[in-house]
């Protein structure tokens, strides 16, 4: 029964100044979890719904990588929202930053206030889609660069490290250890 309450793109390439794109939206029901991201329903009153900005959200995103820490997450509330609208989430390139930060960084904890707090990063509000996306962005420069000192790490080697194993996969790690 969640909705999408805020979203925010921060597009741009590294060693450039980003643009930014961030709303409120009206969940079109009272907002939970407010002490987590300290939303509240006079926040939400009157901004637009989602299928109001589904269209600006997505035309942000054309043909640029979705990266997210814990992608799945955030792609679970797009697809419910879209689903509600009997729409389907249009193709996007995604990197997760949960998932690599797990491969490149030797940490017990991988959530992203650990993460910006470990390696200096900017994160005004946690929990809030323009702060998270700002410190997402940038997380995966540091990550990419913690990977491949050179810079030159390519986006499919990034996904690659940052998908989780597969079963089998995981099965044969431990049977070769």
């Known amino acids: 029964g969640d909705r999408v309450i805020e979203a925010a793109v ?3 390439k ?3 100044t980003p643009t930014t794109w961030h709303t409120l939206i009206d969940p079109e029901r009272r907002v939970a979890a407010t002490q987590i991201h300290g939303i509240t329903d006079e926040m939400v009153e009157g901004r637009p719904r989602f299928a ?3 269209d600006e959200l997505f035309r ?3 043909g640029a990588v979705l990266v997210a820490h814990n992608a799945a997450f955030d792609l679970s509330f ?3 929202e ?3 609208l009997g729409r ?3 193709p996007l390139v995604v990197l997760d930053t949960l998932g ?3 491969r490149v960084l030797a940490l017990g904890d991988h959530r992203l206030a650990t993460l910006c707090a470990r390696l200096g990063l900017t994160r005004a509000r946690s929990h809030r889609a323009l702060d998270d996306a700002r410190a997402t962005w940038e997380l995966v420069q540091r990550l990419a660069l913690t990977a491949d000192p050179s810079g030159h790490l390519r986006l499919g080697q990034a996904q690659l490290l940052s998908r989780r194993r597969t079963p089998e996969e995981h099965e044969g790690m431990l049977r070769r250890l």
Do not use: S
């Open 10 to 12: 921060v597009r741009g």
């Open 14 to 16: 590294a060693g450039e």
């Open 52 to 54: 109001d900005v589904a």
């Open 60 to 62: 942000q995103l054309d």
């Open 78 to 80: 797009l697809e419910m």
């Open 82 to 84: 879209l689903a509600r």
């Open 88 to 90: 389907k989430l249009p």
């Open 100 to 102: 690599l930060a797990r």
